[in-house]
């Protein structure tokens, strides 16, 4: 995208409005990922299990994916590929018993160093605005109007491709760790030690290099993830995967001879309607309520408490469809190429939310923060049970947040929102276990606690979101006051 809205010389920047901007990165990244649907589709029916190898399978879906990536983010790409050769090297040569650990800590370094020099050294992707009138208050700032991390707001420099692909970079970060523990799992653990899931994700065998890039890099989910465990993921590339789910819930035991090669054509159907609606919404709510209006001097200074609440939780609500859309969309390409099925509901019916990163109604209707978060961005908080809050001794709630927030970024607003949603999590968790049962005796009394907690739950993650999306210090400081 940089070469239709490229860096000027030196002290010279062009600017889009933020809405624009996104605008831009948005025809690029529906670009690659309708090429991906239309490869997923092209995938299930010529390169099926049954009429290629595994290899096959593997090196077409690695080759995809690496042109998406090197098509939809240029030579940034290049710091994905070398996190992925440094990881092998780690995952060859280190023992069983420490591959995790190093995998670990090398991948979030990189990571972490991307997220660094993005930002502030490279300024790909630093917001600015004139909040609280800042040209006035920081005169020192460059013609370009570039300013200091802490007042990052409402316009984006227009080169910020390099900002967007530190996604790629987050899924195969989770990729990676993911992997490496489940590795030393399988070699570098004793059986008994393992709990239920680790044991049925362990890995008992090194992945080859092919089966390594593939598992990273593969044209359904380097994109925009999801993050998915390698046994799966072999297990579908190699045509055992519906299968395996089927055999877990007993399907000839329910009178069936034969097992069924279910089709995902109306899952994916379904999951591109609710894309072209969370688009639609995402073009009108997001223009119509900007996050910069929550920091404008008559919703500070003026507006009452009641509007200033009620205002915040719209504008929130206004910045979710963009996290619909594409993880939606992601989990229809993957259903698309026959990647994502999860068994059989109590009704008889197939489902392919394997993979699925949220569920709408749930998030929309949750009566506690915990049951927001179980429902938001739902892989990525596995892989943050998996690698982090099953395995620390310690403050297993407050690591976890943490390491939620280093993944995300060096955006100051992350942290505001991570170190808030511990306090909350904890308050919430205390006030439910001392309180609910007291409104469990009639119905009446469920449905007003309900109605209660519902808007609760959605005000409180209103206002422990809010700095996430503001991103800046000042701005999310003038929220809170």
Same mark, same amino acid.
């Given at each position: ?12 920047? =062009? ?43 593997? =090196? ?18 290049? @710091?994905? +590929? ?66 200091? /991390? ?46 239920? #899931? ?33 046994? #799966? ?7 055992? @995967?519906?299968?395996?789910? %089927?055999?877990?819930?007993? /399907?000839? #035991?329910?009178?069936? @001879? ?17 894309? %072209?609606?969370? %688009? ?12 910069t209006c929550l920091v404008d001097d008559w919703f500070v200074h003026?507006?009452? +408490? ?19 859309? =594409? ?30 990163? %949220?569920?709408? /109604? ?27 809050? #099953? ?5 297993p709630t407050v690591l976890t947040f943490i390491l939620s927030a280093?993944? @995300? ?73």
């Amino acid at each position: 995208m940089s070469h239709l809205v490229g860096l000027g010389g030196a002290g010279e920047c =062009a600017f889009l409005t933020s809405f624009q901007v996104i605008l831009l990165l948005l025809v690029n990244f529906v670009t690659c990922q309708l090429f991906a649907l239309f490869a997923a589709f092209w995938f299930r029916s010529y390169l099926s299990p049954g009429k290629t190898s595994p290899d096959v399978r593997h =090196a077409f879906a690695t080759i995809f994916g690496i042109y998406f990536v090197i098509f939809c983010f240029g030579w940034y790409s290049v @710091h994905l +590929f070398v996190l992925v050769l440094m990881c092998y090297g780690i995952m060859v040569t280190a023992s069983a018993s420490s591959v995790h650990r190093y995998s670990f800590f090398v991948a979030m370094g990189y990571l972490t160093i991307c997220h660094i020099s993005r930002i502030y050294i490279f300024h790909y992707g630093i917001l600015t605005t004139d909040f609280s009138g800042t040209k006035e208050k920081w005169p020192h700032l460059n013609p370009a109007g570039l300013k200091p /991390w802490f007042l990052i707001g409402q316009v984006v420099p227009i080169d910020s491709r390099a900002g967007a692909s530190d996604w790629p970079l987050m899924i195969v970060t989770q990729k990676i760790t993911t992997l490496a523990f489940q590795v030393h799992d399988g070699l570098g653990r004793k059986a008994e030690d393992l709990s239920t #899931e680790q044991h049925r994700l362990a890995v008992k065998a090194k992945p080859s290099f092919l089966e390594y890039v593939s598992y990273l890099l593969n044209f359904m989910s380097v994109i925009a993830g999801p993050c998915n465990n390698f046994k #799966e993921y072999i297990a579908f590339i190699e045509g055992r @995967h519906i299968h395996m789910k %089927l055999l877990e819930v007993n /399907w000839k #035991e329910k009178g069936f @001879h034969s097992l069924p090669e279910p089709s995902p054509t109306r899952a994916v159907i379904h999951k591109l309607c609710m894309t %072209l609606v969370s %688009l639609l919404l995402f073009l009108t709510l997001t223009k119509t309520f900007p996050v910069t209006c929550l920091v404008d001097d008559w919703f500070v200074h003026k507006a009452n +408490f009641l509007t200033r609440l009620c205002y915040l939780y719209v504008v929130m609500q206004a910045s979710k469809p963009k996290y619909y859309f =594409a993880w939606t969309l992601a989990d229809a390409v993957n259903n698309a190429a026959g990647f994502g099925f999860s068994g059989v509901d109590k009704n008889g019916n197939f489902c392919w939310d394997l993979l699925s990163n %949220l569920n709408i /109604w749930k998030i929309e209707t949750a009566t506690s923060f915990k049951m927001y978060l179980e429902n938001w961005n739902i892989q990525t908080a596995t892989w943050l049970k998996r690698v982090c809050y #099953e395995r620390v001794p310690w403050y297993p709630t407050v690591l976890t947040f943490i390491l939620s927030a280093l993944w @995300h970024g060096v955006y100051p607003g992350y942290y505001f929102t991570f170190l808030t949603g511990i306090l909350v999590t904890l308050a919430a968790r205390t006030v439910r276990n001392n309180y609910r049962h007291y409104f469990l005796s009639s119905k009446a009394l469920k449905v007003f606690y309900d109605i209660v907690t519902w808007a609760v739950t959605q005000l409180a993650v209103s206002y422990t979101v809010a700095p996430f999306v503001m991103l800046a210090v000042e701005p999310t400081i003038s929220l809170y006051k």
